[in-house]
């Protein structure tokens, strides 16, 4: 079925420490995997995306990793900053969905200062 | 606007009542997206529009939910007859054809329903 879970739902970390937020996934067939960030009071806001073909992929101070055997997907954030204080989601595309999104439910990430 | 607007950003309603919410998507973008986020829990599905295609209405919960867009671009979500458990965050995000993997977010309408 169309399912996509997170391991953890609250994430605590001092500031300057790298955070790692986990992901599962159900369908094997998806295309594409994306993570949203959002902020208290905002719509969710495009981090990072990796396609399906993809093991790694890396962006300004954040890494998607892809693990395709065992549908886990993580994104690593690097020296976290108060201003990464957020809720997190992944979210699945596939064109078996047709043309949406399938997301995850979300993890808080709390740095403490 | 650079970026994906909705109105209001705030709804207070009453039970029974009927709400419309309003989402102007980022221009050139065809494809326009409902999801409803109830508190602390994830993005859910209602309807996507593409061009002068047959709407996806296939997340919509109930017939009391339903969108139009008009003219392929402002689109309204209407609720009738509102219920307590209709109360949530409605999104609206918008993306070039195809390209439902980068879409991009309004700031949502939070409805309460009373």
């Known amino acids: 079925g169309e399912s996509v879970g997170l391991h953890l739902p609250t994430l605590s970390v001092q500031e300057g420490d790298n955070s790692i937020i986990n992901c599962a996934y159900s369908?094997?067939?998806?295309?594409?995997f994306i993570w949203y960030k959002q902020e208290s009071g905002k719509g969710p806001q495009f981090i990072i995306d990796i396609r399906s073909n993809m093991d790694k992929r890396q962006g300004q101070r954040v890494t998607v990793l892809l693990n395709k055997t065992v549908k886990h997907l993580s994104l690593q954030i690097a020296a976290t900053q108060p201003g990464d204080s957020a809720v997190y989601f992944c979210?699945?595309?596939?064109?078996?969905?047709?043309?949406?999104?399938?997301f995850g439910a979300g993890t808080i990430l709390r740095v403490k200062s | 606007g650079a970026g994906v607007s909705q109105s209001p950003s705030n709804k207070v309603t009453e039970k029974g009542k009927d709400v419309e919410l309003r989402c102007d998507p980022i221009s050139g973008h065809t494809a326009l997206y409902w999801y409803r986020q109830s508190l602390g829990q994830g993005l859910e599905f209602l309807i996507y529009?593409?061009?002068?295609?047959?709407?996806?209405k296939s997340g919509l919960p109930s017939d009391r939910f339903s969108a139009e867009r008009t003219g392929g671009s402002v689109s309204t979500l209407t609720i009738q007859r509102t219920q307590q458990e209709d109360s949530a965050v409605y999104l609206c995000a918008s993306s070039l054809e195809g390209q439902a993997f980068f879409q991009y977010f309004g700031p949502g309408t939070r409805l309460l329903v009373l």
């Open positions: 979210a699945e595309y596939s064109m078996e969905y047709g043309n949406k999104l399938v």
């Open positions: 369908n094997s067939a998806s295309d594409y």
């Open positions: 529009f593409q061009g002068n295609s047959a709407p996806d």
